[in-house]
DNA sequence: TATGAATGAGGATTCATTCAT
DNA sequence: AATGAATGAATCCTCATTCAT
């Protein structure tokens, strides 16, 4: 059983043929057959390559995961002030390369199953501290660290919400459209805290 | 085949027995002999009850978007301004007894089937665009319709997420923080508006 | 299990739903649900008053070959000569009130099922073996013993073959048609015996 | 899923297993486990090959009736006078090779099952459109055209009732008693076309 | 008599997986 | 490296049958 890459570029087709598939037939039809079919090849190569099915769907998830950090890892490089920083990790999330409804839809997909399959909820939990994580040590240079807490969940919560929005239908929230409400709210939440004054008071 | 209810405890039980099922052992392995089986009947009762699969778990969401539908309704019933019946809805799609494990993840589940299953979609379709439309009407008593409308989304976004965030882990985010965070977003959003102007300026 | 006739009516009512229900459906798709609902009773009737879905089409077929036969006795009544009298016997099996789709399909059904259920297949054996016997004896008042066993068979056959047929189509081999079909071949057949001298002489 | 005919062989086998199961349990027992098992193969195999059950007996079917048509194919190729060539189709029909119970049973349940699935009635459809043509133009060389329209149903009528016959009993009407029943009727039938006059007067 | 809820065996079918080639 | 025939477990579903009411 070589699990070994060993050829790296068949891996990938297998990887995009899989997400193409659970975007097209659904994660309960996307079988073997199908995703090695819709490719041009035998179902037997799945198992060389990945040593299953599973194997597949989480080399899938690792890609899908990897897409989105590395978005994020570009828009960081170009960012400068603090608020910029989170714009850009904001707008890495919904950047038409990642935002695209088979990338949602298969995360969606992702995100349910993972719940009863560890090896897919480990790489979901180590994404979701990662961003988390990246998110709050911006936020920790404009506001309080408790005030940081809770505005992460927030943007965070805001984030999956537009995902699996976007995901569920085929055509509704565009990345512009996305990225308009998420500036939305970035802009106006963070502006209270710029406040001299509560508001209420 | 009496699709008719005619006997609404026993489908009630089979209802709640799904949604136990797809808790435990996930959509996928949620199969009718084990949720049958769990219940102590036989599996050929759900075919009778339920004229198959699809209209058992067809039932189940129904019951799943009536029971956080009932939970607003109660809420705001004891709601007086537009702040608080805002603060009913968010409260009420995050009280204890909607926003717990059971029903997080099989919502998770059912948005994630329901792209390809026309049935599921049109529930999430008709749930969706009512607490869309509940949410802007309240909206516009505080803020411009612009403003209603993205708002709208952002609240949707943010309860979406925090349930999805809820449905995968199984200690995470109970409903008292998940209320929390919801009700800082709304109270921080909500004051940029009732500031006598922008601090962009 | 009182399968003694207490109400011969009901079981009537079941026999003739069942029949229709065969046409209706097909022999494998009648099922006791289906002839049951049709007939606007619950399945267990059924296997009350005929123990079983096997004693209600053991039920059915007996009563198709009975109305054969009560035909057949009814136009033998009034026949004369020996080959009005075979006449009589070509006409009542193809006479309207028995040559209809219902009961050519539900025959054809029994006749291919009875092969491998020895209840019916005694029944078609025994009703084979009647009208063979009346055919024969008349036939040996107008032609030899020899030519009497093979005309039989050959006008057996040939009945045979028009029930299959007017089984096989919705519409098609009208009872009028057929009759003339076995009338040509009976008088045709019956006129090389009646010759003076063989034709190849 | 391969419907090609990828392995011939390996479909033929399952075909002949099919019509041997037909003849061995009766057509509602002939199931695809069976089937299989008395190949020694998967049940998933049928599947494989004939994208299901239907497909195995749409095949199996089709199997039957290109036999008899090729039967008669060689039976005529060596057929001079327009009687021989009758005799010929006739001999076809009822050759020891095609007049087998295996065969004559399963036709009759194929005839009687055509009558509810399209796929089998078109099969049986071609074939009695076929049989009857060509009968009929060797008619219409010795007879009348409306003497032949009527001959080729009473033969097409008297081979289906002898089929009818031998599919139902285990051991009756062998070949060559079949034979000599269809040859008796030929020549007595077509003995009153030959004479001068007809005798009726 | 009659109902209809409940059963459970058996059906076709799907699918990931294996393996000889 | 790749194929595709073959497997067998598991799935949903159907149906005749039973039985308390």
């Given at each position: 059983m070589p699990v070994q890459p060993i050829n790296l570029i068949r891996r990938e087709e297998f990887i995009e043929a899989a997400i193409a598939s659970i975007h097209k037939y659904g994660f309960h039809d996307a079988t073997v057959n199908r995703i090695a079919r819709d490719l041009g090849v035998s179902a037997g190569n799945i198992h060389y390559y990945f040593g299953g099915k599973d194997g597949l769907f989480e080399a899938a998830m690792h890609r899908l995961l990897s897409r989105i950090r590395h978005e994020s890892a570009q828009q960081l490089a170009i960012a400068g002030s603090p608020e910029d920083r989170l714009r850009a990790i904001v707008s890495a999330n919904l950047s038409p390369q990642v935002f695209q409804p088979a990338f949602c839809r298969t995360w969606l997909h992702f995100v349910a199953e993972s719940i009863h399959r560890p090896a897919l909820q480990r790489l979901q939990r180590v994404n979701g501290m990662r961003i988390r994580s990246n998110i709050r040590s911006v936020l920790r240079k404009i506001v309080t660290s408790a005030q940081a807490n809770a505005l992460t969940e927030e943007l965070v919560a805001l984030l999956d919400g537009l995902w699996a929005h976007r995901g569920q239908?085929?055509?509704?929230?565009e990345p512009a459209e996305a990225l308009a409400f998420a500036m939305s709210f970035l802009n106006h939440r963070l502006a209270v805290h710029r406040l001299p004054s509560s508001p209420a008071g």
């Open positions: 239908v085929d055509e509704g929230l």
